[in-house]
Every structure is written in structure tokens, then in C-alpha cells.
């Protein structure tokens, strides 16, 4: 879906940003670029709508080369989140989320409704919120209208630069999670900038880890990076909470659960299914009291996972 082939970019004060970058995201792929302050990610991010030309290289969306289109036209094609936001202070929220449909020829009528829906598609009920100024919402609410608006085009892409900087560890971590379900309803192809390893780790179907010079120091999935780091850089990238990250990648495993035997099912409370992560399980463990969830596969219970059994998964997948 998009290609990056040897691209590069210098600035012409001579700061290399990027060096010659190789980078592939299917269709409907949500890969995230990480790494520390000043290491290109941002700039990455905008050689692939053309804010910024690359120096060297080709970069390819559907297979075309971007670099002959017309900015303009293509940046219809791609919606554009940023951490400012950039609302407009002095109109409604509607009339924000408006403005692109309104640019793309819509009727007010059309573009009206569509903001209206995408309002609610972002979890803001648009009765309550459509009306209001940018200045009566919370960070979070707004940046929820800065994505209703990158979705306004309907855009097969979606590039994001630290769509959830701005606001607190509590409401990013929802945000991050209302995001991800999103994603999977609508399919959009994302590469999203973040310098936060594990919001890379949580919201990344593959993560592109940036070293400081521009330089890709690996590219895979978070369970890969997490398992296999590439070198001494990204190891260090990763870090010490390792064990924690792999919660939020861990599927749990049947052999990590105990009999059900004995235990009635009805009087294990929440459960979850085998595809869920060992985080989710940890969590649904903490809110119980009875330490312990029942999973199933289906309709049907397949055992009963304990902190034990989570310890023993970690273990297993830290070593693998
Ligand atoms: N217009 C410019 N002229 C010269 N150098 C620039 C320009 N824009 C960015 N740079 C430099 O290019 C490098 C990469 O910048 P970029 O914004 O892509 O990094 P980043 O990884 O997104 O950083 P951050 O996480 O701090 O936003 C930095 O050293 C930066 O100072």
C-alpha cells in the first residue's frame, strides 16, 4: 500500500533527518514509527503526504509514485492528525469537522451530516458536543474532533504525529484503546509517529524503531522487537519494563491454564475468550476477587488462568 524506497532527507543546512529508508505498510496496516527526540520521525511522516520532499528515494502509495502527483490532490487522499490539533477557535465542532467535506465539494446539507456521524463514530455524541467551541472541550474531546476530521475525506490513509501527546496517561490510554477499535471497524492504512514504546507496543500491528541520525534500527512486529531486539540500541530502547510490554502482545496459551475441574463456572465471574492478551486477563484478575479468570474458546470454558499461569506465560515468552 505505501512504499518507502531508499528515502532520504537533508536538510539544507546539511542535518541528515533520515537516512536512505526502506519501509512498507499493507493495506490496513497500522505501523508506528518510535525513537527518540530528533530522530526523524516527524519528518518521515511528512515526506509521505509531500509536506516535506525527500531527498533521495521513492515513495509509493497504491503504486504510484507520489512523488509526480499533485500535493494537493494528494493529500485529499490522506487524512492527517497532529498533536496541535488545530481546530479552528471560532467555529462550532461541527462546523470544524465540516470544513473538509466543504472543501471536497460536498453540499452543506451532505457535509453537515457526515461530520454529524463522524462525531459519533469518535465517541462524541454530536447533540451534546456539535454545537460547542473548540474551548469548552477537554484535550481529549478535542483531539477525538481532530481525528473525526481526518476521517471527514474518507481517506484510505491516515498518517498520525503524536495524535495522543497532549493529554493525560489515563485518557491516552482510552483514547489509544477507542482509537484501536476504530481502526479495526474501518480498516485504514496508519503510520502513526509516537516517541512513547509502549503506546508503539499497544497500537502497532508492525513498529519501525528510529535511532537518533535517522538511521532504522529495526522494523517488526512488537513481539519480535520485544523477543529479538536487532541491537544493543533497541534493546536499550525497549527497555527494562520489557516483561510488563509483553503483556499488552501475549495471547494466552492453553497450556498455561488450569483445569476447569471443580470449579463451577458460574462462580468465576467475568471470562475471556483464548484470543485475548495476557494484559486483558491481568486486568479482568485485578477487578475480581477471585483471583483468578475463566476462558473459553467459543461458548465453550477451556480452563481457568491464575497470576501463576501469567507468570509462567511471560517467563515462557521473555525466553523464547
Ligand atoms: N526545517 C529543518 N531544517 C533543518 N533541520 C531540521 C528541519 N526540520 C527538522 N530538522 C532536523 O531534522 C532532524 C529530525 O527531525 P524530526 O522532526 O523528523 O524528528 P522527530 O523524530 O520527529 O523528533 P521529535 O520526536 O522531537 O518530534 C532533527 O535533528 C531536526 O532538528
Same mark, same amino acid.
Given at each position: ?11 539544507? =543546512? ?9 519501509? %512498507? ?10 525513537? @527518540? ?34 500535493? !494537493? ?12 490539533? *488545530? ?17 471536497? *465539494? ?7 451530516? #457526515?461530520?454529524?456521524?463522524?462525531? +459519533? ?27 473525526? #476530521?481526518?476521517?471527514?475525506?474518507? @481517506? ?14 489515563? !485518557? ?25 514504546? +509502549? ?5 502497532? $500491528? ?9 538511521? &532504522? ?13 536487532? $541491537?544493543?540500541?533497541?534493546? %536499550?530502547?525497549? *527497555? ?20 476447569? $475441574? ?5 462462580? &468465576? ?25 475463566? !476462558?473459553? =474458546? ?23
Amino acid at each position: 500500500m505505501i512504499r518507502l524506497s531508499g528515502v532520504g532527507k537533508t536538510y539544507d =543546512d546539511g542535518t541528515v533527518a533520515v537516512q536512505e529508508l526502506d519501509l %512498507d505498510v499493507s493495506a490496513g496496516e497500522l505501523v508506528v514509527l518510535v525513537g @527518540p527526540s530528533g530522530c526523524g520521525k516527524s519528518t518521515t511522516l511528512k515526506m509521505i503526504n509531500r509536506l516535506i520532499e525527500p531527498t533521495t528515494g521513492t515513495i509509493e502509495i497504491d503504486g504510484r509514485d507520489v512523488t509526480g502527483e499533485d500535493p !494537493v490532490k494528494l493529500r485529499r487522499g490522506i487524512g492527517y492528525v497532529i498533536q496541535q490539533i *488545530g481546530l479552528f477557535p471560532h467555529q462550532k465542532i461541527v462546523t470544524n469537522v465540516m470544513t473538509v467535506p466543504l472543501l471536497y *465539494g460536498e453540499s452543506k446539507a451532505t457535509a453537515r451530516q #457526515r461530520a454529524l456521524e463522524l462525531l +459519533d463514530t469518535v465517541g462524541l455524541d454530536h447533540e451534546t458536543y456539535g454545537d460547542r467551541y473548540p474551548h469548552q472541550l477537554s484535550g481529549g474531546q478535542q483531539q477525538r474532533v481532530g481525528v473525526a #476530521r481526518a476521517l471527514a475525506a474518507n @481517506p484510505p490513509v491516515l498518517l498520525m504525529d503524536e495524535p495522543f501527546g497532549a493529554v493525560d496517561p489515563v !485518557v491516552r490510554v482510552r483514547l489509544q484503546d477507542e482509537f484501536l477499535r476504530l481502526q479495526r471497524e474501518l480498516g485504514k492504512t496508519v503510520v502513526m509517529v509516537t516517541h512513547d514504546i +509502549d503506546e508503539a507496543v499497544r497500537m502497532g $500491528d508492525r513498529v519501525a524503531v528510529f535511532a537518533v541520525g535517522g538511521r &532504522l534500527a529495526q522494523f517488526g512486529t512488537p513481539a519480535e522487537l520485544l523477543a529479538h531486539p536487532a $541491537d544493543a540500541f533497541v534493546e %536499550d530502547f525497549v *527497555g527494562a519494563t520489557k516483561g510488563l510490554r509483553r503483556l499488552t502482545v501475549t495471547q494466552i496459551d492453553r497450556s498455561h491454564l488450569e483445569p476447569v $475441574d471443580g470449579v463451577a463456572t458460574g462462580d &468465576l465471574g467475568d471470562t475471556i475468550g483464548l484470543d485475548a492478551t495476557l494484559e486483558e486477563a491481568l486486568a479482568v484478575i485485578l477487578r475480581s476477587d477471585k483471583g483468578m479468570v475463566g !476462558v473459553r =474458546d467459543g461458548a465453550q470454558f477451556v480452563g481457568v488462568l491464575t497470576p501463576n499461569g501469567i507468570h509462567k506465560a511471560l517467563r515462557a515468552a521473555l525466553t523464547a
